[in-house]
């Protein structure tokens, strides 16, 4: 079974698309006429350019809207397309969950002809990110995104470009860090159901941390959180 098969149930509701980040993924895209996304999910921030997304979770293809692109359930490792057969692959907020991430990347290099676009988060700032570091450091090192960090893409990417995406305060797409100057909002099981650091720990601990978890100050997260994005042209 597929993670998002489990976690995926509540993404229409807490994941809604950023328009922030979508603007900003749509211009690292840059003029190209054929879009692959892979780890596709539900759709978000998928550019009208999109020819077929990829995802494993039927989960998650059961909740794309209607007039969304065609959708294949399948994983970044085996991709179903030729090689050189689209301008473009994309993924957000996926590398983290691939088995293989040399093998996923190989195969986004194979079929994309001119770029690749990641938005992906950084490990160094995923692992002092405050929930992790004061209140679930035992759970810390089940999160998928401590194991992908950014100089591992790059060496697979030769010749990308990391951009720095400093995540808004009132984001609207509930990934991990995205309530960074809202706490309370890691108290709602249904924002918890979409995030997978959740999923993935002992509910005894979760339980505990969450006795102080509202108390954080947003004014010791003044500099808020951040994503990245890990741009390769072909």
Not at 84 to 109: C, F, I, N, Y
Not at 179 to 208: C, Q, T
């Amino acid at each position: 079974m597929a993670l998002y098969d489990t976690i995926g149930q509540t993404y229409r509701a807490t994941r809604r698309p950023d328009p922030r980040i979508g603007a900003a993924i749509h211009a690292a895209l840059g003029n190209v006429s054929s879009v692959l996304n892979v780890g596709a999910g539900a759709g978000s921030y998928e550019p009208p350019q999109t020819v077929l997304a990829v995802e494993p979770s039927a989960v998650m293809i059961a909740q794309r809207p209607a007039g969304a692109a065609p959708v294949v359930q399948a994983v970044a490792e085996h991709l179903p397309l030729p090689d050189k057969s689209v301008d473009a692959a994309m993924g957000v907020l996926t590398v983290h969950h691939w088995q293989d991430v040399p093998a996923g990347l190989a195969e986004l290099r194979r079929v994309a002809r001119r770029r690749i676009v990641l938005l992906t988060s950084r490990a160094d700032v995923v692992a002092k990110f405050w929930l992790l570091a004061d209140y679930l450091p035992i759970a810390a090192p089940l999160d998928p995104a401590l194991d992908t960090p950014i100089d591992l893409l790059t060496s697979l990417l030769p010749g990308a470009e990391v951009t720095t995406l400093p995540v808004p305060r009132d984001c609207t797409d509930g990934f991990g860090a995205a309530y960074w100057s809202r706490p309370e909002a890691y108290l709602d099981p249904v924002v918890r159901a979409g995030i997978s650091i959740f999923a993935r720990s002992d509910p005894a601990i979760l339980a505990e941390a969450s006795t102080g978890s509202v108390t954080r100050s947003n004014q010791a997260n003044g500099t808020g959180s951040t994503a990245t994005f890990a741009s390769s042209r072909r």
